[in-house]
């Protein structure tokens, strides 16, 4: 695994993205990584705050495909993978398929969802008609295909919210099948622990 060699916070020397890159990046909405890839662990303030467990409000409402809310924290006890995709983005449809083959191949005991951050047009938000269209195109599952609007996140981005509900692992960079589950099982066997704020 690519990152599991160095610390959490440092998993390239030299090239870990400072906090402020991040956040320029994140403000920007940015899709694919550029020459100053922001790529690498990040947390946010709800992270940050205990998660699910935490008394912080998550900043979105989740609706899927067939207009039903979804909440990250609807699966205590589960291990729920999240990866954040827009329709217009390029990298989201990259990304994609590799999530779809990670959902084939891995064990019953993770619920993966999919947010889309962002309609067909750059600015603009997803619809209930959007995460149907993006789940049928990618063969995942309806219901666990959502929208929270238009939102400024920096995509690709994952999230791993662990059987406790605290964020286990937050990545903003591509990760494809094989880096999911390796990881996924890192985190299972107690390889790998969750950070702790």
């Known amino acids: 695994m690519r990152w599991a060699s160095f610390p959490p916070a440092a998993r390239r020397p030299g090239r870990a993205p400072s906090t ?10 940015g899709c694919g990584l550029g020459p100053d890839d922001p790529s690498g662990e990040w947390y946010s303030d709800w992270d940050r705050a205990g998660g699910c467990q935490g008394a912080m409000d998550r900043n979105a409402d989740w609706t899927n495909a067939f207009g039903e809310p979804v909440d990250a924290c609807d699966w205590p006890g589960e291990f729920v993978w999240i990866t954040y995709a827009a329709m217009w983005c390029r990298t989201s449809e990259s990304q994609a398929p590799r999530l779809t083959e990670a959902i084939r191949r891995a064990g019953g005991d993770v619920r993966f969802v999919t947010t889309l951050t962002g309609g067909s047009e750059v600015f603009t938000p997803a619809s209930t008609e959007d995460a149907r269209r993006w789940a049928d195109r990618f063969g995942l599952a309806r219901a666990m295909t959502v929208t929270e609007g238009h939102s400024t996140r920096t995509i690709p981005q994952h999230a791993l919210i662990g059987p406790d509900g605290r964020t286990w692992f ?6 494809d099948a094989d880096e999911i589950l390796e990881l996924l099982e890192a985190f299972r066997s107690g390889e790998r622990v969750p950070r702790v704020f």
């Open 20 to 29: 402020a890159a991040l956040a320029s990046a994140l403000a920007l909405g």
């Open 170 to 175: 937050r990545y903003v960079g591509y990760i």
